[in-house]
């Protein structure tokens, strides 16, 4: 194979990869909607609950927060001098905005050495990971939306300092993420039978 077709192979291979991405969901604050749209967000968020006891509702308003549900979501830009563009203002990415050094702790701790920032699958269970090591460390209920973002954004030291006191936007914020968290929970409860079927079932009795 020559140089120039291997190349146009590896562009072809992206382009496919980058069509088959999931987009954010077109209804992102009805639960229902969301997983009814992308039934293997369902079992991926089902999955993490049972690996991790974190309720389902909580990860994902975690994610609708950070990300919109966009898998290549990244931080704003820093800028040097105000106005020459520098980087971002971290490494964080993807559907759970995991920076970098937390997402290789993880790798290492669970060892899904092959897991992706930008796979749905992966980010909610490092999102379930999260929320079972913050409730192990701080000691903060699995249900307990605002205390688990809190800890998600301040880091389990941040949220031992209070550091979120100093920061009356996240406070704010937490409070909409417990707020989301309990609509989804609710909204979830009223749709999770039918999400439990299979294909074949939906097939003859949806």
């Not at 980087?87 to 290789?104: D, L």
């Amino acid at each position: 194979m020559t140089l120039t077709k291997r190349r146009t192979g590896l562009v072809a291979a992206s382009l496919l990869l980058v069509g088959c991405a999931t987009p954010p969901p077109s209804n992102p604050d009805n639960l229902c909607d969301i997983f009814e749209e992308n039934r293997d967000w369902y079992h991926a968020a089902a999955d993490a609950r049972d690996r991790w006891g974190a309720p389902i509702q909580v990860p994902m308003a975690m994610m609708y927060q950070e990300s919109s549900f966009r898998h290549d979501a990244l931080p704003p830009r820093d800028y040097l001098l105000g106005f020459i563009p520098w980087g971002r203002v971290s490494s964080a990415y993807g559907y759970s905005q995991a920076k970098t050094p937390t997402w290789e702790d993880y790798k290492r701790e669970t060892g899904n050495s092959w897991a992706s920032r930008d796979s749905f699958e992966d980010a909610i269970d490092f999102m379930g990971w999260f929320i079972w090591k913050t409730h192990k460390i701080n000691g903060v209920s699995k249900w307990d939306a605002y205390g688990q973002y809190l800890n998600y954004h301040e880091g389990w030291g941040g949220y031992r300092r209070k550091t979120y006191l100093q920061k009356p936007w996240l406070v704010k914020t937490s409070r909409i993420v417990k707020s989301r968290a309990s609509t989804y929970g609710a909204q979830l409860r009223s749709c999770e039978e039918d999400l439990q079927h299979g294909w074949l079932w939906r097939l003859f009795f949806g």
